[in-house]
């Protein structure tokens, strides 16, 4: 692979650049710009607290741009490694508030499955629970999830078929009404040959959800944390297009989901397909990108450093925090991270030198805090609410970097100049 350096301030990579995506996995190019300095992230939310970290638990992520179609994509994510690091994860998405939930009951409204005849299919399921509200509007649910915990069969509908494989599985032809793939293509290695593989198991004429989050909303918001291992790609919606046109799939409906941090596309599946190149489309979105976010990244640091003597807890034990620790690594080390998923109590998050342990919000939790960063800043307003019902009187500052920061409830962005 052919990497440019960027004008700005880094090098090309390393050889160990090389375990990573060769190619453009859209358009199968050689020729790709590096659009950010390379950095360490650590691959797992989080991990027992007894674990010692190793080399082993940490990629590299190198965001880069396919100089021939412009598809934006992490260049050093480990392709080999993939199934490991998926099998081993523990769900992210469970639902832990009503916003949450009602989020989930949205997306079965904005589908509308024919409960007396539709088969759906729902392809990377996570916690199950978007399965669950399909299994009570259609006819039959199968849902592929190799991180599914054994504690889900206690209680699933008798409509509801759990398989805890990798996608794809060969030599099983699902003809399903309805495909499902809600936040899993950011995530696959090689996106179209999954595609593919998916609309397989769909009959001729059936519906394909799909949703993920929006390269527009990263570029338009200089959203540093939305940066992080666990996605490999970052769509915008001009090269999704494309590859729906080139896969025989035709837009029945579109919705921004999450203030437009994310975008869902009811399609359906027709014999027209229009095998044309993808041009390039997101050349004029990432203009100047190293600059604009490395630029917001020092406004973050100033912010770090002026809070660094203070004692400061994470709430998110997620993949933003993960990025948040990445950055500033060298210039603190949170407490705590507080996080409302039970499966993650008593475990530790890391980063590269130092950890620290995962805890159910209680007050006991915050308790000597003098101020709490929320990287889960998808839900920072409700956080905010529930920390001060906890009786915390300290700072909370968001990871959010969008307008809506500081507004309507939601706290100030750690992004901010101090």
């Known amino acids: ?39 360490q992230c650590p691959i797992y939310h989080v991990v027992e607290p007894n674990t010692h970290i190793t080399k082993s638990f940490f990629g590299k992520m190198e965001i880069c741009e396919c100089n021939r179609c412009g598809h934006i994509f992490n260049a050093g994510f480990d392709a080999s490694r993939s199934e490991e690091i998926y099998k ?42 978007l399965a669950r509200l399909f299994a009570a509007t259609s006819k039959s649910v199968t849902i592929i999830e190799p991180g599914l915990p054994d504690s889900f069969e206690f209680h699933k509908p008798e409509n509801l078929k759990v398989r805890r494989q990798m996608f794809p599985e060969p030599n099983i032809n699902y003809n ?24 397989k198991g769909l009959r001729m004429g059936g519906k394909f959800y799909l949703e993920v989050p929006r390269l527009e909303y ?40 999450k203030d437009g941090h994310d975008v869902g596309y009811l399609l359906e599946k027709t014999t027209k397909i229009e095998d044309k190149f993808i041009e390039p489309e997101t050349r004029n979105v990432v203009s100047n990108w190293g600059i604009n976010f490395q630029n917001k990244i020092d406004l973050g640091r100033e912010k770090i450093i002026s809070i660094s003597k203070k004692r400061v807890g994470l709430y998110g034990a997620c993949a933003y925090s993960q990025s948040l620790t990445g950055f500033y690594q060298s210039l603190f080390a949170p407490l705590v991270a507080i996080d409302d998923a039970a499966q993650y109590d008593g475990k530790k998050i890391f980063w590269d030198g130092g950890s620290c342990p995962a805890k159910l919000p209680t007050k006991k939790a915050i308790e000597g805090l003098e101020v709490i960063i929320i990287t889960a800043y998808l839900h920072d307003r409700v956080i905010t609410k529930k920390l001060r019902n906890l009786g915390f009187k300290g700072d909370i500052f968001s990871a959010r970097a969008d307008s809506l920061a500081g507004r309507n409830g939601h706290p100030n962005s750690i992004f901010e100049a101090t």
Do not use: W
């Open 1 to 39: 692979m052919k990497i440019k350096k960027n004008n700005n301030t880094h090098d090309v990579l390393t050889a160990n650049f090389y375990k990573g995506l060769e190619v453009c996995p859209i358009c199968k190019f050689s020729d790709v710009q590096s659009l950010m300095p390379v950095f």
């Open 176 to 199: 399903a009404d309805l495909v499902v793939l809600r936040q899993v293509l950011e995530h696959v290695v090689h996106p179209i040959e999954f595609l593919t593989a998916a609309i």
């Open 218 to 257: 990263i570029i338009e918001n200089i959203s540093p944390v939305d940066l992080h291992f666990m996605h490999v790609h970052y769509f915008s919606e001009k090269i999704l297009k494309r590859i729906f046109f080139k896969l025989g799939l035709s837009i029945l409906n579109r919705r921004e989901v």
């Open 88 to 129: 081993s994860q523990i769900p992210t998405n469970v639902p832990v508030d009503i916003s949450m939930t009602a989020g989930l009951k949205d997306t079965v409204s904005f589908v509308k499955p024919d409960s007396s005849t539709d088969n759906v299919l729902e392809i990377g399921g996570g916690s199950g629970d």
